[in-house]
């Protein structure tokens, strides 16, 4: 009998990386795929991205239409756990995925853990900042098994008490389709999307939910900046994050210029990875500056506190949200163009397959157990 596998998605930017092992499950008749949808896919203001996911003609996917997005994170927390158990009782899955460190996530490892369902956690055992790294650690508690990008996560995890045998080193499954020779042209992008420069570079800047009171005076100095620069960019909005609205708001003034910058609720995973390798530079707080832009050598200026604790790369300059350093580190980035391969060389979803393929996969005991470092 197929194994039923339930993945959870509430971005853009999760299903980018869960995409690859997604698709690989898509046509394999020892496995049957479900999609919960949720989150920002559903809004609107952010793209209804959604709809990108039922182009990719899963068989099994719920779109959860009746979850309303409001600004407060605790309810959208609480009301996504209520919607999601009542569909994991109507499908009863044998494992249930999710990716990262946002709510949908916590919702996704809160029920299945609840339930007696295996949870796998993908890209736990990472630093980031802010309130995610304390739900991405919350996630990787309530997970049964761990599909991690590198050894250093994987430390971390053994660091948090979890046993070594239920964590896999599969590297960063987006970078599958990085590598992949099927990527949109740059010619087929700027066509779809309307970008009528020739170079360009990317800002993408979330707001950091610790820091609320200071978000509109940090990103009128970076919009300040990105006009100041003289530059060309391609610029996607915000996530749904406490402060979003103050982030778009300042972008409004990016707008009058249709010149020098074209604005995005979302561009679809693999059109963005066209236009991410060929950037002049990527600059703001996203993780896509972080993992995704060494894998083609781009710079990155990663701005503030949010991705702080995700240093080390070569190819990324850390500033804070100052005109006088951003304009410097604009300046600078042809220093920083190195390819860096830090999460992974692809093929990842040949050795996800591997693992779930092995019957005693599944024969995981859902009571985990805490290890002591010293035994």
């Not at 005076?217 to 003289?230: G, L, P, R, T, Y």
């Not at 990875?273 to 995704?292: H, P, Q, V």
Request: charge should be neutral; hydrophobic fraction near 40%.
């Amino acid at each position: 009998m197929s194994k039923k596998i339930l993945f959870i998605t509430g971005t853009r930017a999760d299903y980018g990386k869960m995409k690859p092992l997604m698709l690989a499950l898509k046509n394999d008749s020892k496995f049957e795929l479900f999609v919960f949808v949720c989150g920002m896919h559903l809004s609107e203001t952010f793209g209804r991205t959604y709809e990108e996911i039922l182009k990719d003609n899963y068989k099994n996917v719920y779109v959860a239409f009746g979850l309303t997005l409001f600004q407060n994170t605790s309810i959208n927390l609480g009301n996504t756990i209520a919607h999601l158990s009542g569909y994991v009782d109507q499908i009863d899955p044998d494992m249930i995925v999710v990716h990262g460190d946002r709510f949908e996530a916590m919702a996704g490892a809160m029920v299945g853990a609840i339930k007696n369902k295996i949870v796998a956690h993908i890209e736990g055992g990472e630093l980031s900042g802010t309130i995610d790294e304390s739900i991405r650690h919350a996630i990787s508690k309530f997970a049964h098994v761990h599909f991690v990008s590198t050894d250093r996560a994987k430390q971390r995890l053994i660091q948090m008490g979890e046993e070594s045998n239920r964590i896999y080193v599969i590297g960063s499954p987006d970078i599958d389709i990085m590598l992949s020779k099927n990527l949109p042209s740059l010619e087929e992008t700027k066509k779809r999307y309307e970008i009528n420069f020739d170079s360009y570079s990317i800002l993408m800047y979330h707001p950091v939910t610790t820091e609320y009171n200071s978000n509109n005076e940090k990103i009128k100095i970076i919009v300040d900046a990105i006009i100041e620069s003289q530059k060309n960019y391609v610029v996607i909005k915000p996530n749904n994050d406490l402060g979003f609205e103050i982030i778009l708001n300042e972008y409004k003034r990016l707008e009058k210029d249709h010149q020098r910058f074209r604005i995005f609720p979302s561009i679809r995973f693999e059109y963005f990875l066209t236009l991410l390798k060929n950037a002049n530079f990527i600059i703001g707080n996203s993780s896509a500056g972080i993992r995704e832009s060494g894998v083609y050598g781009i710079p990155t200026i990663d701005i503030g506190s949010r991705q702080r604790n995700r240093g080390g790369v070569l190819n990324i300059q850390h500033v804070e949200e100052n005109i006088e350093e951003i304009l410097k580190a604009i300046k600078n980035v042809d220093y920083y163009r190195v390819k860096v391969l830090a999460f992974g060389k692809g093929k990842s979803k040949e050795k996800f397959l591997k693992i779930i393929n092995e019957e005693s996969f599944w024969d995981i005991n859902i009571q985990k157990n805490f290890v002591d470092l010293d035994m």
